[in-house]
């Protein structure tokens, strides 16, 4: 069973607000991603990190959101302006390494209204 | 046009009865896993199946994997109520990359 938390379970926000997710991954794995799945079960890839570093990251992670893994601390997705297609559950999985399994979060459903 | 795609859409069987579900994907890989994931939690992986293994169990769980043909199956046996999901393939596009690409699963449904 997987270990990854994340906060809060539910979020709601107005369009153009911040939106701030965070995920807390099993201990002693390294590498952390972030994933979104719209309502259609549709998984988009947002980014991943190994400790503290981003590996990779599509454009849309690059513009509008802000992702880090601080050591010592929960990692964080911030959505900067929020947009009614943001709305979706939001993924964290941790991975012991790479081209491992990666254990998934029960997700941050945000709902921007 | 999706790279990892299951098929059929949903399945309904009753309890005790066997099922599969198949996946077919469009790029080179290093391992093909197959998610379970419930309502109102995340996925979770069944099994990890890498590109030189042909077939792999985990109890009443069986992965097949045809690299020439790009296909793989999931068959549960002796299926059970909590066996409800939505079944999902990942493969994570080979070359040494980490991130999964999922299809958009199939809706099992197990009646009593």
């Known amino acids: 069973n997987s270990k990854v938390i994340q906060t809060p379970r539910y979020l709601v926000k107005g369009q153009g607000q911040k939106a701030k997710m965070r995920c807390i991954p099993e201990?002693?794995?390294?590498?952390v991603f972030w994933y979104q799945q719209n309502k259609n079960n549709e998984f988009k890839f947002l980014i991943n990190?190994?400790?503290?570093?981003?590996?990779?990251q599509i454009d849309m992670t690059e513009k509008r959101f802000s992702a880090e893994c601080p050591s010592n601390s929960p990692c964080s997705l911030e959505i900067q302006s929020s947009e009614a297609g943001d709305s979706a559950l939001y993924l964290c999985?941790?991975?012991?390494?790479?081209?491992?399994?990666?254990?998934f979060g029960p997700g941050t459903r945000l709902l921007v209204l | 046009s999706q790279l990892a795609e299951e098929n059929p859409w949903a399945l309904s069987v009753h309890e005790g009865e066997s099922v599969t579900v198949n996946c077919s994907y469009k790029?080179?890989?290093?391992?093909l896993q197959w998610y379970r994931q419930k309502s109102g939690e995340g996925p979770a992986q069944l099994i990890l199946?890498?590109?030189?293994?042909r077939e792999k169990r985990n109890g009443r769980l069986r992965a097949t994997l045809d690299t020439s043909s790009q296909s793989s199956s999931l068959s549960i046996t002796a299926t059970r109520c909590e066996d409800t999901a939505v079944y999902f393939c990942?493969?994570?596009?080979?070359?040494?990359?980490?991130?999964?690409?999922f299809g958009k699963g199939t809706q099992l449904i197990i009646q009593p």
């Open positions: 790029t080179s890989i290093t391992a």
């Open positions: 990190f190994q400790n503290q570093e981003v590996l990779q």
């Open positions: 990942a493969t994570d596009g080979g070359g040494g990359a980490d991130r999964l690409t």
């Open positions: 999985a941790s991975s012991p390494g790479h081209q491992d399994t990666q254990y």
């Open positions: 199946i890498r590109s030189n293994e």
């Open positions: 201990k002693g794995h390294p590498v």
